[in-house]
């Protein structure tokens, strides 16, 4: 099967929250084998879009395809089975456990797999996971998504919250996986760093696909970015330095200004 056939394929996908639609008749691929990011301002959709994917909002029209099967109608577990997994926004680590037992009951077979990838977590495999630090309990989050042998794996801010050094330490495992055949759909607040590891991108504004093509034309058209965050003519104040165009290693600073920039998430008040 080719990548495009084996990964994730939305047609039309529209997705209503709180009795209004959010995402407007998304049309998406997202093959094995590949890292498609996906960007977008703060209430953009992006998160409602992963949602509708792995079954915890309702999909009101459209449908969602991986590897051939539909699975629009599908329960949760399901589209798990069929190899699906979802690293959810805001994501925590069983705290009571240790990060063997996390690994462990994460699923069969694949936490081998999980451990090689992150080696710092072998050390602390006795550790109860609530004592990790932040960034020691994102690479758990990741691990156990890995554990269970996805597919495809939808990440949703795999850097919230966490220092530069971390996250540049786990995007390259998104893309260590990729490489290994696993289709990866990335929401990621740090644009040039997913764009960095990316193959296609896509950009979604108030719900709808305003861009999609090669992750390198993005990362070097940055203007394409700022008008898909900022609407077409209405650009930014110059001191407002959106966090799309961040670094991780830069963004500490500039996030402030971005957040004041995009339109307020209501969500955050
Ligand atoms: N449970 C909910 N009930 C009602 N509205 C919601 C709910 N969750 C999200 N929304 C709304 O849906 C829209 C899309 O939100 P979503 O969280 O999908 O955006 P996002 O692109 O992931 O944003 P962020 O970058 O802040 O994570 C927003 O207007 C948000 O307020
Ligand atoms: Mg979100």
Redesign the pocket.
């Known amino acids: 099967m080719s990548g495009v056939a084996s990964g994730l394929r939305l047609e039309a996908v529209r997705v209503d929250?709180?009795g209004?639609p959010?995402?407007h008749g998304v049309d998406l691929v997202a093959p094995a084998g590949e890292v498609t990011v996906l960007l977008?301002?703060?209430?953009?959709?992006?998160?409602?879009?992963?949602?509708a994917v792995s079954g915890v909002?309702r999909v009101v029209s459209g449908t969602v395809n991986l590897g051939g099967r539909v699975l629009t109608r599908a329960s949760r577990v399901a589209r798990v089975r069929a190899g699906l997994s979802h690293v959810e926004?805001g994501r925590t680590v069983f705290a009571d456990l240790t990060v063997e037992e996390n690994l462990e009951i994460a699923g069969a077979g694949g936490y081998d797999r999980a451990r090689a990838l992150f080696p710092e977590l072998a050390s602390r495999r006795n550790v109860r996971a609530g004592l990790l630090s932040g960034g020691e309990q994102q690479m758990l989050v990741l691990a156990r998504a890995i554990a269970r042998e996805p597919a495809m794996i939808l990440v949703?801010?795999l850097s919230l919250g966490l220092a530069p050094v971390i996250v540049k330490r786990l995007i390259p495992v998104v893309r260590a996986l990729a490489d290994e055949g696993v289709g990866v759909l990335l929401?990621e607040?740090f644009a040039a760093d997913a764009l960095s590891i990316g193959d296609s991108a896509y950009l979604?504004n108030r719900?709808t696909i305003v861009h999609h093509g090669p992750a390198e034309v993005l990362a070097e058209q940055p203007e394409l970015l700022r008008r898909a965050y900022f609407g077409g003519g209405d650009e930014p104040a110059d001191d407002a330095v959106p966090a799309y165009a961040a670094t991780s290693a830069d963004a500490a600073v500039t996030a402030d200004a971005a957040e004041a920039a995009t339109h307020p998430?209501?969500?955050?008040g």
């Open positions: 929250r709180g209004f959010v995402v977008g301002p703060n209430g953009a959709g992006k998160t409602t879009l992963m949602e909002v926004q949703d801010e929401v607040q979604l719900g998430d209501p969500k955050r």
